[in-house]
């Protein structure tokens, strides 16, 4: 593997979104996870059909990476239930190759489709448009003012300048800058940047966000007192 160019700063991980793997077959769930982590997910897992579909609708997650055939319930009627509550991206996973599974899946709300065996970096390069796309964001690229933010290589530059920043810092700044304009509360920004087996009891939000504005301007994230933090579209 070759190095990267020394003026690029890669966080080891971004921390930014959050997903959910339904999947029963145990070394392809271990190996969707740990991928995923490695990629800089916060990953939750479920085996079961009846356990996904309660975590699917009780928490929020950035995507959804959804296996067909599930102990308890299929991946039809999880997607069916969720469609009915929420608008999180589906990714399907299935060993049926039939065109008549990929069209139901489809036409029943899934937001794309990949037939087991799959590529990875396929999988995690259609996961990236996905969340992309549910943000509405169509580039890998976001610039905010002279601050610009790589989602795929997750490099943050300002005025052309790389910036070195945590994986925390990262995936705080790269949530708000994909809701730019709108004002994040602190419950989702623990949410995304968490998964079910961390603490998230702390002020650690407030340690990271200090930090940011000390790297890249006091005036790039402002604070909603009593709401959450929000970037501006312009200063």
């Known amino acids: 593997m070759t190095a990267p160019p020394?003026?690029?700063?890669?966080?080891?991980?971004?921390?930014?979104?959050?997903?959910?793997?339904?999947?029963?077959?145990?070394?392809?769930?271990?190996?969707?996870?740990?991928?995923?982590?490695?990629?800089?997910?916060?990953?939750?897992?479920?085996?079961?059909?009846?356990?996904?579909?309660?975590?699917?609708?009780?928490?929020?997650?950035?995507?959804?990476?959804?296996?067909?055939?599930?102990?308890?319930?299929?991946?039809?009627?999880?997607?069916?239930?969720?469609?009915?509550?929420?608008?999180?991206?589906v990714l399907m996973l299935t060993a049926r190759d039939a065109s008549r599974d990929r069209v139901r899946g489809l036409d029943a709300g899934a937001d794309d489709y990949l037939v087991k065996p799959f590529d990875l970096p396929e999988l995690l390069a259609r996961l990236r448009a996905l969340i992309r796309r549910a943000a509405g964001q169509a580039k890998s690229v976001i610039v905010v003012r002279d601050v610009e933010i790589d989602m795929r290589a997750r490099v943050v530059t300002q005025a052309g300048r790389a910036v070195a920043l945590t994986a925390r810092e990262y995936g705080i700044l790269e949530f708000l800058a994909l809701h730019r304009g709108a004002v994040v509360t602190r419950t989702t920004l623990y949410e995304h940047l968490f998964d079910e087996s961390e603490d998230t009891g702390s002020n650690l939000l407030d340690v990271h966000v200090s930090s940011l504005r000390k790297k890249l301007g006091a005036d790039l994230i402002a604070t909603r007192r009593g709401q959450g933090f929000c970037i501006e579209e312009s200063a």
Request: aromatic share 6%; no cysteine; glycine share 6%.
């Open 6 to 89: 020394t003026n690029e700063v890669r966080p080891p991980r971004t921390d930014a979104m959050r997903i959910l793997i339904v999947e029963d077959e145990v070394l392809m769930l271990r190996s969707l996870a740990k991928a995923l982590r490695e990629e800089g997910y916060s990953v939750d897992t479920a085996d079961r059909g009846g356990e996904g579909l309660y975590k699917a609708l009780t928490f929020d997650y950035d995507a959804l990476v959804l296996d067909v055939m599930l102990p308890e319930l299929d991946g039809w009627t999880i997607l069916e239930r969720v469609r009915a509550a929420k608008t999180t991206p």
